[in-house]
């Protein structure tokens, strides 16, 4: 009887595992999405699946590992990171960053002089997203303007990010890529991880694909942007998530802020919605006030590559999913429903409103 019942458990895992495959087969085709990887984690059991195709249009099948864009999930990599240099002593959160670094971009902006790692961590600069396109030609010497004044309200920044990264890597002498490979990449054993690309991501790489369904131009990203360029894969992405989480490589006053609320996320010119009641943001990723209980999320986008994770922590559950398609946002409420169950889960909608 001893031995049959862990027998049991597993068949019966097995079955959950293989319906739910089903479902997600199901729901890739119904968004017109051509490939995700999915990771959910309860307690000490993790789960993967590996479904579609890296490209449209022809047999490559998405691997545990096939490599995708992680489009603004880097930026919890890059939060996590400016927290363990804040542990060492290099960074304080509520110290001006031009004290630190003159940033050129903001050098003729006077109310820049106000906007610290905490603020920017938060989305709370008064930034823009983007002064203009970040892969454009003129990108990186455009003058960036506040939009709001720091600390008034909340502002997704991917400018913001990047004035940070470029404060970190003035501060260490080193690029973020280094940075990331040292304090993130390499303790967690995040192999397929890089913020560069690599000549060995050219075998398993995905291709995005827009709202139709069709390849598009591949971007190969050959400098490091925290905000947007990160390659990865979703089991690479899930040790760190389930670092982030339990705050493992940081201080315990340090890991609390991640889980405490450093504004109220309400968004510059929008109008309060039932929404914003839910959502708070904190030093680097977003909170929500499930009906399954708190959750801490972020999203990714870079237009043909989207993924999303939302964490449980009392409930040691969470999920995660990459995608490389213009469509995968839109699996995200039947996604979480399929895992965490009925219930309100507040960020989509959220984000829906933005």
Excluded at 195 to 200: E, G, T
Aim: glycine share 8%; hydrophobic share 45%; net charge positive.
């Amino acid at each position: 009887m001893r031995l049959f019942l862990p027998l049991l458990l597993l068949l019966l895992a097995g079955r959950a595992a293989t319906a739910q495959q089903a479902n997600l087969i199901a729901l890739l085709k119904k968004e017109n999405v051509p490939g995700m990887q999915l990771v959910y984690t309860k307690g000490s059991t993790v789960t993967t699946y590996n479904l579609g195709l890296r490209r449209a249009g022809t047999t490559q099948a998405v691997t545990a590992n096939s490599v995708f864009q992680a489009a603004s999930l880097g930026k919890v990599i890059l939060a996590y990171t400016a927290l363990r240099l804040h542990d060492r002593g290099l960074l304080d959160l509520d110290k001006p960053l031009l004290t630190y670094y003159p940033y050129p971009r903001l050098l003729h902006e006077p109310r820049a002089d106000n906007i610290t790692a905490r603020l920017v961590l938060a989305h709370a600069a008064g930034l823009p997203n983007w002064a203009e396109h970040p892969l454009g030609p003129t990108w990186k010497t455009s003058a960036l303007h506040l939009k709001y004044a720091p600390d008034s309200c909340w502002n997704y920044s991917g400018e913001g990010y990047v004035f940070l990264q470029k404060t970190l890597e003035h501060l260490t002498g080193k690029s973020f890529e280094v940075l990331a490979q040292q304090e993130v990449f390499g303790p967690l054993r995040m192999a397929s991880s890089s913020f560069i690309w690599r000549a060995a991501f050219a075998a398993v790489a995905c291709a995005g694909h827009d709202e139709k369904g069709q390849p598009t131009t591949s971007h190969k990203f050959t400098e490091p942007y925290g905000a947007y360029s990160l390659l990865t894969t979703a089991t690479d992405y899930n040790r760190f998530l389930q670092a982030l989480v339990a705050g493992r490589g940081l201080k315990p006053a340090t890991a609390r802020l991640l889980a405490t609320p450093a504004n109220a996320a309400n968004r510059c010119g929008v109008p309060t919605t039932p929404a914003d009641a839910a959502i708070d943001w904190a030093c680097g990723v977003g909170l929500a006030a499930t009906s399954q209980g708190p959750a801490r999320w972020h999203w990714g986008d870079n237009g043909d590559f989207k993924g999303f994770f939302l964490a449980l922590p009392g409930k040691k559950e969470s999920l995660l999913f990459l995608t490389n398609s213009a469509n995968g946002l839109k699996l995200t409420d039947e996604v979480l429903q399929l895992f965490f169950g009925p219930g309100q889960y507040w960020a989509t909608q959220w984000l829906a409103e933005e």
